[in-house]
């Protein structure tokens, strides 16, 4: 989805000086529904297919000659800083790095998720292509199995060079987050400021209900870590001040100016000043608020400084100007799209944002944080009540498939976009997700040997649909 950093950039340049401009910011990314669309990243672990260890991002054999090598075959553009090739640019995609080297496909902006599952399916062949010339097996896990925090190299990016130690004094896991992690989001459009905030809600809600359904990281370091979605509870331990689930998000009065009085108040990471990332981390540190009350060093805030900075948001939902849905954990190729289809049935279609808030609306704001804790750790098998999450999941999952069915976008063979969810309902149904199978087979017939594991997460093992 477009950041809006190209939207009229000689604008994004001029000085802010009132908290009304921030707000028309996100009044400016509206959109008629007839312009809707539908965005997704997704996130791959890469292993050495000898050892199962992280894949170096430098070296003959790491992961940035990965990147000139797909450039080179496929015709991207190579992005470096620094002379370091970090990212590649595509028409209308773009693949970037995450921080321990994780490989990111930045999609672009679909009308139906049929176009993604064509984008994604491409980028996967690519991607495969690429992998086996240098020894390299791509993962279906949320999460690097075996290698430990410091056996995984930092990327040489200075915005992560700033985040990695802020992130050690902020939380316990956060390092973990950039460096072993790995997910997919979706980004969706709105109409106005109450479709906005309406649907910001119901994604919030929805978020221990979308963890339980697509825990997939319960291998960390060469073990079980007892949790089905490690990667959930790692966001948990990250850093307080900029995750989780701000509680305003539940009041039915709250608009944009509520979202900007947050962001107001988080630290700043640094400042971009030509093309130089300016540190801002040193106590006692800057907010937004701060920085547009007193400026720094002699630098007043741009409306770009405020883009910028809502990118360093990381909550489970966020608000750009579109929404991002961030709570999944990376998928199996097979069901990378479920994703975006589940968040496009529900979103996209009034009955069924509706039917989807009427699951989860009744509990309280300390309530959903127990339940995603619960969800982190026990999956599907949570429970609310006497209901288990399972139950609730099952029933957004055919909520989200009636929806896909009443905007009928068909593909070639005629077949709507609930195509995308049917395998995740089967597997939902069965109380199963990838972390239970993955668990299960890790004490089974895996035999707790990281060779069978990686042989059977690998990207080569699974179909795509």
Not at 34 to 47: F, N, P, Q, R, S
Not at 148 to 167: S, V
Not at 282 to 298: I, N
Not at 387 to 413: F, H, M, P, Q, W
Request: charged share 30%; glycine share 8%.
């Amino acid at each position: 989805m477009t950041t809006g950093l190209a939207d009229g950039e000689k604008l994004m340049d001029y000085e802010i000086t009132s908290k009304e401009e921030l707000v028309r910011y996100f009044q400016d990314g509206a959109k008629p529904k007839k312009d809707w669309k539908v965005g997704t990243e997704y996130e791959t672990i890469a292993v050495s297919s000898l050892s199962g260890k992280a894949v170096p991002y430098s070296g003959s054999r790491g992961v940035e000659q990965m990147l000139r090598a797909i450039a080179e075959r496929f015709g991207y553009t190579v992005e470096e800083e620094d002379g370091r090739a970090l990212a590649l640019r595509g028409p209308k995609s773009a693949i970037t790095l995450e921080p321990g080297a994780q490989i990111e496909l930045s999609g672009e902006q679909c009308d139906t998720i049929h176009s993604a599952y064509r984008e994604f399916s491409r980028h996967v062949e690519q991607l495969v292509a690429v992998a086996r010339q240098f020894d390299v097996t791509l993962l279906g896990l949320g999460m690097q199995p075996l290698s430990t925090l410091d056996e995984i190299e930092l990327i040489p990016k200075a915005r992560y060079r700033i985040m990695f130690p802020y992130m050690a004094r902020k939380g316990r896991l956060g390092q973990r987050m950039m460096k072993q992690t790995a997910g997919v989001q979706t980004n969706v459009d709105y109409s106005d400021e109450a479709d906005a905030m309406r649907k910001l809600r119901v994604s919030a809600g929805l978020t221990p209900l979308i963890y339980a359904l697509f825990a997939n990281s319960p291998l960390s370091d060469g073990s079980l870590n007892g949790y089905q979605s490690f990667r959930g509870h790692i966001w948990t331990q990250t850093d307080p001040d900029r995750c989780g689930t701000p509680e305003f998000l539940f009041r039915h009065d709250a608009g944009f100016e509520d979202y900007v009085d947050y962001a107001l108040d988080v630290p700043m990471y640094f400042l971009v000043r030509d093309g130089r990332y300016l540190d801002l981390t040193a106590p006692p540190g800057l907010t937004f608020r701060q920085f547009m009350e007193h400026g720094w060093r002699g630098e007043r805030p741009t409306l770009r400084d405020w883009a910028i900075h809502l990118t360093t948001i990381f909550t489970e939902v966020r608000l750009k100007r579109y929404i991002e849905v961030r709570c999944a954990d990376s998928q199996p190729p097979n069901l990378m799209l479920a994703l975006p289809a589940l968040i496009k049935g529900v979103l996209y279609e009034r009955d069924a944002l509706d039917g989807a808030w009427d699951l989860v609306r009744h509990w309280s704001f300390d309530e959903r944080l127990r339940i995603t804790d619960m969800a982190h750790k026990l999956g599907l098998e949570a429970k609310v009540g006497k209901l288990r999450l399972k139950d609730l999941a099952v029933e957004l999952l055919a909520i989200a498939i009636s929806g896909l069915e009443r905007t009928r976008a068909l593909n070639e063979r005629g077949e709507d976009e609930s195509i995308y969810l049917y395998p995740m309902l089967d597997l939902a149904r069965s109380g199963r997700n990838q972390a239970v199978l993955t668990i299960e087979r890790w004490k089974g017939r895996w035999n707790y040997e990281p060779r069978r594991m990686i042989e059977e997460c690998s990207y080569e093992a699974q179909t795509i649909l």
